[in-house]
Each structure stands twice: as C-alpha cells, then as structure tokens.
C-alpha cells in the first residue's frame, strides 16, 4: 500500500450513534491514527439526532477504543480530534447549524476546506441528505478543495430503487465524488485476486473456457441473523450478499487484464463481467437458483433458534438465509464455464473461497486405477486462513499408478509482520486519498440489480417456488446439489484452508 499521506481533511460521520461507527469506522479511524496514516490535521465531526455536546460524544467513542492495546494519551490525542452536532437528517431545510459548524472547524483546525461526508444511515434519507448538503452549498467548493460523499451498502433493493437512488445522488454529486462502499473489496485478500491473475505470467494463459471447468464460490457464515431480524427480514442471502460482495469478487476472479491499476480501468472491466452476465431463465429456474431457510438444530448440546425464531422476524417468514446459484458469463473468455455461487447464515464455518476446477485431462490414464485425484484444483481464500491452495495429483508410492491428490499451499499468516489493514481502514485511507478503485461504480450497481432483479421478481410472483429447510449447523439444502454440472459436488471447506473437505462443525 502506497504510503502517502491524505491532505488535511474534515470525515462527516452521518449516523454517529450507530452500530457501523462505532463497530467499523472508529475503530479503523483510531487504527489509522496509530499507523500514522493519518493528516496532522484532521477531525471527525459526527451527526446524529441525540443532543450531546463533544464531550459526551468522546466519552461514548472512548468506550468503544476500550479494547484497544492503546494508552491512554493515545487515546486521548485520538479523542479530541472528535467533535459533535446534533442535527434532524431527515429535514433537507435544516443544514444551517452543519454549515456553521463545518466551516468553524475548518477554519480553527486548518483543514483546508476538504470534506468526506460518510453516509451511515438508512438508505431511504441519502436523497435527503444530499440535497440537505446541497441547499447549503457544501457539495462543492469554490476553493479547488474536495468533497466526496462515501455511501453505505444496501445500494437499493432492486434496479428501479438503485437506478432512483443513482438518479438523486447524481443530482447533487458528480460520480467522481460518490465513493459507494464495499467492505469486501477492502479486504486484503480480495485485492490479491488482482496480484494474483495479473502478477503472475503463469496463470492468466490457462485462465479461460479451455482450462478451466467450473468456477466455485462460497461466503458460508456460521452465525445467525443476530440483532438484525429487522433489517435482514427485507434483504435476504441474495441482496445481503450475493449483490455487493459475491459479485465483486466474481468481477475480480472473471474480468479481463485492465491497462492500468487506475480505477477507471478496473472498475470498467469488472463492468463488462457484469453487463455479460447472462440472464436467468424463469423456464428452468429450479436448475440454476436455490433458496433455503435455517431451522433450529441441536448442536454440541446447544439449541440454535431457526430463523422464524429469531428477533424480529416474522414466524411465517420466507426470506431466504441461504442462496445457491448457477451464473454464465457469455463471453469470449468465459463460453460455457458454469459459476456456482453460494452464501447462507448458520452454515456450519465462516468461510469465503473461490474455488478454480480445472479440466481433467483428455484422456484418464490414471483415474479408472483407483486414488482420489480427479483434477486440478485452486484454492483462492479470502477468509479466514486466508491463502492459496493447488490440489495436484502424485503417484502413490509403490507398485501400480494409483494417483492421489495433494497439497501445494500458502498462507497469509506465513508472511512477515507487516500492517494489514482491516477492510474499513483501507478504504477509509483510499477516500481520503480519492482513490476510488476499490468503490463501486454506479453503474456497475446497476448492472448487478439487473442481473439479479429477475430472480427477486419470480420469488415474489412465484411464492411456491420452494423455499428449502436446512438445520443450523449444515451446509444448506441438499437441493442446492441439483444445479451442480461436470459431476462436481460443493466442496465442504473448513476453516483450516489445507485441513479441506472435512465437516466442520460449528
Ligand atoms: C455484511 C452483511 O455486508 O457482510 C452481513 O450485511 C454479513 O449480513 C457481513 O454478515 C459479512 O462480512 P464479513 O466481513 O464478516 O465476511
């Protein structure tokens, strides 16, 4: 990571009292504070309904950097670059006092007019709020110095609300200045994807249909919906996860070599991935889309809930907590080579891998003899032991050609100490820099909405289309194994990427 240092600035946290502030953004803003990666002047000024004045607000954050290693003038000197206004988001007239405040800080702290406004609010009022920042004239700056406006997933729930939303932001906003997020793409191993396609001479050539069989993808959780019954009631697996995260990193694993690492360049080629993605059939829909559902299970002597039980979740629901689906990408590279791509809550480890299945070879000299090699496997994971895995074949020793697979492996945690910053300091550092690689492109939102939309339209105009039980614990309906081709079968990965293809429990 390039070592630069962002030019003074001022982050706007809208939605300080929430969850995502105090999980994610102070701690990866104290995180950076303590890398020195941040300006010398710099200030968060959070916004959120609830009086307080900025001392009350240092006091809640200071409970949140309770955990750290840190001591305490750290902390303090971390804490007094936080201020606080409290302010109706919901009223785009009442912008006055955060103009005020906004220019008050700049001016005593030297901040040089540079603003990040960092939308952690309900998806419903950023139309609002842009137009807040707008009748206030805090969406641009006369100065030549920037404002960027760093927007919080879900990005819609469909294409129409995603299309609306682009619509109302672009009022306001050029795209150069929207920095819509997703964590997924901060991660440190999801950007490997790119070194390792692209730095490595020896794996783009056999990187299409005439090497590879089928690409696999899973993001398996094992925890629950946890506090967000509510939230997860309206989402499901497929907006939560196969939207924003899955599909990036099926960008990343498909797209073609971009002429520059500039984001302009990557964000077009994973676009193109997108827009080729090819459309789902309703006619044989059973064979390319899996739903399922977690039921409560006894595990280790414990009773997990099912998802009915949960909090604020509606005891007939039938929003899906797991989704498998078959993807094609029609183009050049990719005619014919089946995506598998699943994701479900309460599966039994918490993983995210990519998994390369090569061909076997043309003519089986060795497979009819006996052994458990069929074909070459990559093994790209994201988290947690995060690493590459080849899966060769290698003669047993002995009489006979019995041909076993085994191991060629790597982990992250084998290199040196280096910083490695979490996801949320990545991309937090990048917008301050006005990097926007690792953001997403409006219309690559689109192009994902577009693709999946139809499957959310059959559900809903569909309700019998079955909606599968699987136990907590489990890898999902049994079901999700009919849209499998090339006699694959899910591969069952562990939480220890080299101890494979055992089950794991939770
Ligand atoms: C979020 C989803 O975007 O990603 C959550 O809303 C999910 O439901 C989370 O748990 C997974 O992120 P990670 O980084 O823990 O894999």
């Not at 906004?102 to 040089?112: K, P, S, T």
């Not at 690409?215 to 497929?238: C, I």
């Not at 078959?326 to 699943?342: E, L, Q, S, T």
């Not at 070459?376 to 060769?392: A, H, M, T, V």
């Amino acid at each position: 990571m390039a070592l630069t240092t962002p030019a003074p600035c001022l982050l706007v946290i809208f939605g300080a009292s929430g969850d995502l502030t105090q999980r994610k953004l102070i701690p990866a803003l104290f995180a950076l504070e303590r890398q020195k990666r941040l300006p010398a002047n710099f200030a968060v000024l959070g916004i959120a309904r609830t009086a307080l004045d900025d001392l009350a607000f240092r006091a809640e954050m200071s409970e949140v950097l309770a955990q750290a290693e840190a001591d305490i003038d750290e902390r303090q000197r971390f804490l007094n670059r936080l201020y606080y206004l409290a302010l109706n988001t919901t009223d785009a007239d009442a912008y006055a006092p955060l103009r005020e405040r906004v220019l008050a800080l700049d001016q005593a702290l030297n901040l040089g007019d540079n603003i990040l406004f960092y939308l952690s609010l309900p998806p419903k009022i950023y139309a609002t709020v842009a137009r807040g920042l707008e009748n206030q004239a805090l969406h641009r700056s006369e100065s030549g110095a920037y404002r960027r406006l760093i927007v919080e997933k879900p990005f819609g729930y469909d294409l129409g609300s995603a299309q609306t939303l682009n619509r109302e932001l672009r009022s306001v906003f050029l795209e150069s200045q929207i920095y819509r997020i997703d964590h997924y793409l901060g991660k440190e191993t999801v950007q490997n994807l790119l070194a390792f396609r692209f730095a490595n001479g020896m794996f783009e050539p056999v990187w299409n249909r005439n090497h590879i069989m089928a690409v696999e993808m899973t993001a398996s959780e094992s925890v629950g919906v946890e506090q967000r019954g509510g939230y997860y009631e309206g989402a499901g697996a497929l907006r939560d996860m196969v939207q924003n995260h899955l599909l990036q990193i099926l960008g990343l694993v498909a797209m073609e070599p971009p002429g520059s690492l500039k984001s302009e360049a990557l964000r077009n080629e994973t676009l193109k991935v997108f827009q080729s993605l090819r459309p789902f059939d309703p006619s044989n829909f059973a064979e390319n889309v899996v739903r399922g559902q977690y039921t409560q299970a006894q595990l280790r002597g414990e009773t997990l809930p099912g998802y009915r039980e949960e909090q604020g979740v509606s005891p007939d629901s039938r929003t899906e907590t797991y989704v498998a689906l078959k993807a094609y990408i029609d183009n050049w590279r990719w005619a014919g080579v089946p995506f598998f791509i699943r994701t479900g809550k309460r599966l039994p480890t918490r993983v995210t891998e990519v998994v390369i299945h090569f061909h076997p070879t043309p003519h089986p000299l060795f497979t009819p003899r006996g052994g458990d090699f069929n074909h070459n496997i990559l093994i790209l994971r994201i988290q947690p032991d995060d690493g590459i895995l080849l899966k060769f074949g290698m003669k047993v020793p002995g009489t006979g050609f019995d041909i076993k697979s085994v191991n060629m492996d790597f982990h992250y945690s084998d290199l040196s100490d280096s910083w490695i910053p979490t996801a949320y300091e990545r991309l937090l550092l990048d917008a301050m820099l006005g990097d926007q690689s690792l953001y997403i492109h409006g219309d690559a939102t689109e192009a994902c909405w577009h693709w999946l939309t139809p499957i959310l339209q059959t559900w809903n105009q569909e309700p019998e289309l079955p909606l599968h039980g699987y136990p907590a614990g489990t890898w999902g309906p049994l079901a999700a194994d009919s849209i499998l081709t090339n006699e694959l079968a899910w591969r069952m990965p562990c939480k220890n990427l080299t101890d494979d293809d055992n089950f794991c429990e939770l």
